[in-house]
């Protein structure tokens, strides 16, 4: 007999967290105070925007979940992007470039899951580290100087549309309903939650841990390296520091979206809602002509009150 | 579950011979300064509950790892229906269908029930990587069903209660089909209904020609259910007997051994001083209730029982890392509540059984370490003096002789037993009046103990009050003037000088009447 409610496993519904309501909370008050707030064009724009940083926040909820960090990923993102326009730039080709950015990624993936679950390394300083070597090399490979000249193909992937709706919110969706599925239907994702919740007792069971953990990190890279693509299409151009600090967003909207530190306690969904919540609150103050580093403030902010919402929560 | 009975009848069918089940020969295992286990051999029939019983320390838990392929033997051989086999990982413990409940849960929180009861053995979905939740869940709901467990495969773990997460974790193993099965002290965590029905459910298990290894501190129940009974002592194996042989009393002295000890005689305080500690009905956060004791000055008084009965928290509670709830805790006749920086105030002093977590900063110096607790006192102002430190903590390693090239040596270059003296020449500095020791002697070797209990002897000569927490029975009778014994988060009893022996406190420790 058919389970009609495995499709909804995972969503938690039932713990509707302090992310939701903040998102409500917060667009209402956009809503009410900024005139271009609620406007077609202005609403697509923020699932547009949001989605480069739903391909970071995604495979760094899971990061997160195994009592890992990754702070390498805005640097990967920004040296993937880059090399993706050389390649595009050189070639022409957008399948060539993406397929570059994305073994890029990966490899820069694989080499920090290595580092930290072969040689033991504290995520936080190899990750630290590896943030250093990658943007570092973007801006070797430029010169400091943008790359620009990507063509009509790569913008495609940011500007286009397919069957009226726009193409990042198509990747976006993919990208939310594969990771789901990854980690909520697969042996893969089981294991992301025992990584972090007993990852002895996962040894005993005879599943090699470590592989697994190096697989988390190897699909973090993977998909910062295909943000690139969104990235560079958007800005046509590789910069080589298009997007530097923004594991910054990416952790914050995790721990907004109620995924904590420790014991695998990780939840996909409010990811989403972290991420659209850090995305409403970028385009609401864009709008009110609140300059960027007084943004960064109101991120911190948000993080906080979030988690004393949690907080909050679980002393009741 | 028809899999599972196919391979428990299978085990029926060739268990009954007079080959065993599976056979340990000869197995030893040491880490550094400690034989865990010296030459253990150990027989397992099929439908057989095979009883292993010992002190703390005795070698249980260590011949278990040993058996599940968490540790590997240094010494012996492995015989399964007669043939030599090799454990070498948890996988080839598996492949033997040698499954282990341990103590401390193997579950991970943040799973369902299902996830938790097949992890690492999902079946497989359609989807290459992907696991059949429905196939999952229905093989769950019936292992379940058959511990008589009522709750959801899809709740979190991490939202059952202990009992439950412990019956989870027993359905786990038989999941495993296991041929073998490893209860640790499985009733730790139960209710009296609940231990009934697993021992039904261990009976069932045992029709069906599964053997067991059963650890269990709570004598009554081996009677209850145990088929043979082997007694573990310091790692060896001391006997093996049919429960309708032997008695609890016959146990128990099996159990605690004839060590006769002539290295170290204490003179026993004949008048104690003043009280310094008195605790009245005291009940703290951290579950201990009902605890009456007093300390006086010149005494050593020891807290005994076994692993697991409270006796930390009794610690933590005293000194405030844990919170109080009822009672009264007087020091030199001074209410003592608050936080730890209070207790220290009033002269308390925890050296506590994890020193390397809880007592010491392992990587600053020894003078460093010294000086910790007592800068308020020799640098009333604020300013730090190296010099003047450095004369202090002088003085103190040459009065507690501990064996260092200087004060900058790096206490985690130092041995356990001179570690050790580092906590108490720390306390010794903030003028404490009352030491509270949790296992001292942990991890110390032979020669290094009988430093450590001279120097405790020394301090109750100058008039401080003692309470030391051991396991070590041995110790206790021979270093304390008086002793508590507690079970189950309670002081159960006292017994006095000419009371004491390792009988008479293990038997108030365990459960036998």
Not at chain 1, 16 to 31: K, R
Not at chain 1, 223 to 241: D, K, N, V, Y
Not at chain 2, 53 to 82: H, I, P, T, W
Request: overall charge positive; hydrophobic content about 50%; glycine content about 12%.
């Amino acid at each position: 007999m058919a389970d009609l409610t495995l499709p909804l496993r995972g969503f938690g519904w039932e713990r509707i967290p302090g992310a939701a309501y903040m998102l409500a909370v917060l667009s209402a008050s956009f809503a009410l105070v900024s005139n271009g707030f609620v406007d077609g064009t202005n609403l697509a724009n923020i699932g547009m925007q949001s989605t480069i940083l739903l391909l970071l926040a995604l495979p760094m909820t899971l990061i997160l979940m195994t009592e890992g960090i990754d702070l390498s990923m805005g640097a990967v993102l920004t040296l993937a992007s880059v090399v993706l326009a050389a390649v595009a730039v050189k070639t022409g080709s957008v399948s060539l470039a993406l397929a570059g950015a994305l073994a890029l990624g990966a490899a820069f993936g694989f080499a920090n899951g290595a580092l930290v679950a072969w040689l033991k390394l504290p995520p936080f300083v190899t990750t630290l580290g590896t943030m250093g070597i990658a943007s570092g090399l973007a801006l070797v490979i430029t010169d400091a100087q943008s790359i620009t000249g990507v063509g009509d193909d790569v913008v495609f992937f940011y500007a286009g549309k397919l069957a009226g709706v726009p193409v990042p919110l198509l990747i976006g969706v993919a990208a939310y309903l594969c990771t789901h599925w990854l980690l909520y239907q697969t042996r893969f994702g089981t294991y992301v939650f025992a990584l972090g919740g007993n990852r002895e007792a996962l040894r005993l069971a005879g599943v090699r841990a470590n592989a697994y953990l190096i697989g988390v990190y190897a699909f973090g890279g993977a998909m910062a390296g295909l943000a690139a693509l969104l990235l560079t299409a958007r800005i046509s151009a590789g910069h080589p520091t298009a997007a530097i600090g923004m594991e910054f967003d990416a952790i914050a909207a995790v721990a907004i979206g109620g995924t904590s530190f420790e014991k695998g306690n990780g939840w996909l969904f409010g990811t989403v809602l972290g991420v659209l919540l850090v995305g409403v609150l970028r385009n609401g103050l864009n709008l009110l002509a609140v300059p960027s580093s007084l943004q960064v403030v109101a991120i911190g902010v948000l993080i906080i009150v979030a988690l004393l919402i949690e907080s909050v929560k679980d002393r009741a | 579950m028809a899999a599972v009975a196919e391979t428990l009848a299978g085990a029926t069918r060739d268990g009954g011979g007079t080959v065993p089940l599976f056979e340990l020969r000869d197995i030893s295992k040491s880490f550094p300064g400690v034989q865990a286990l010296d030459g253990v051999s150990l027989e397992i029939r099929a439908g057989e509950v095979h009883v292993l019983l010992g002190e703390n320390g005795a070698g249980k838990s260590s011949l278990m790892k040993v058996l599940c392929g968490a540790y590997q033997a240094d010494k012996g051989e492995f015989l399964y229906r007669g043939e030599r086999v090799a454990i070498r990982s948890p996988s080839d413990a598996r492949a033997l269908g040698i499954a282990v409940i341990f103590q401390e849960f193997s579950l991970v929180p943040y799973l369902n029930v299902a996830q938790n009861i097949f992890l690492g053995r999902e079946p497989p979905g359609r989807i290459p990587g992907g696991v059949d939740h429905g196939r999952m869940h229905a093989r769950a709901r019936e292992l379940l069903h058959l511990l008589g467990l009522e709750v959801d495969t899809r709740a979190l773990i991490h939202t059952l209660g202990v009992a439950q997460q412990q019956l989870v974790e027993i359905a786990k193993a038989l999941s495993q089909e296991a041929r073998i099965l490893v209860l640790d002290e499985p009733t730790s965590a139960l209710s009296g209904r609940e231990s009934e029905r697993l021992f039904a459910m261990i009976r069932r298990l045992q029709s069906q020609g599964v053997a067991m290894i059963y650890i269990s501190h709570r004598l009554a129940e081996v009677f209850q259910i145990g088929d043979r009974i082997t007694v573990l002592r310091d790692g060896r194996k001391v006997g093996s007997l049919k429960p309708k042989d032997t008695t609890p009393d016959a146990l128990v002295g099996l159990m605690v051994g004839r060590k006769v000890d002539t290295t170290y005689a204490r003179q026993y305080c004949e008048s104690p001083g003043e009280v310094v500690l008195e605790v009245r009905g005291m009940a703290a956060a951290n579950g201990v209730n009902g605890i009456d004791l007093v300390v006086r000055a010149g005494e050593i008084v020891g807290l005994s029982g076994l692993v697991g009965a409270g006796r930390t928290e009794v610690a933590r509670a005293l000194f405030g890392a844990d919170r109080v709830t009822a009672g009264e805790v007087r020091i030199l006749g001074r209410s003592r509540i608050g936080a730890p920086d209070r207790a220290v105030r009033l002269g308390m002093a925890l050296v506590p059984e994890n020193r390397k977590r809880e007592g010491l900063a392992l990587i600053r110096s020894v003078g460093d370490n010294i000086l910790l607790a007592s800068l308020k006192r020799i640098f009333p102002r604020g300013w730090f003096s190296p010099a003047a430190g450095a004369t202090v903590a002088k003085e103190r390693i040459r009065q507690l002789r501990i064996a260092t090239p200087g004060t900058r040596q790096l206490v985690q270059l130092l041995s356990g037993g001179n570690q050790q003296k580092v906590v108490v020449a720390k306390w010794l500095n903030a003028d404490a009046k009352l030491f509270i020791f949790d296992e001292p002697t942990l991890g110390i070797d032979v020669g290094a103990k009988e430093e450590i209990f001279a120097l405790i002897d020394q301090l109750v000569k100058r008039g401080a009050a003692v309470l030391m927490i051991s396991s070590e029975l041995s110790e206790v009778v021979k270093v304390c003037d008086r002793a508590y014994v507690m079970r189950d988060k309670r002081i159960v009893g006292e017994l006095s000088r000419h009371e004491m022996t390792e009988d008479s406190i293990l038997r108030l420790a365990m459960h036998d009447g």
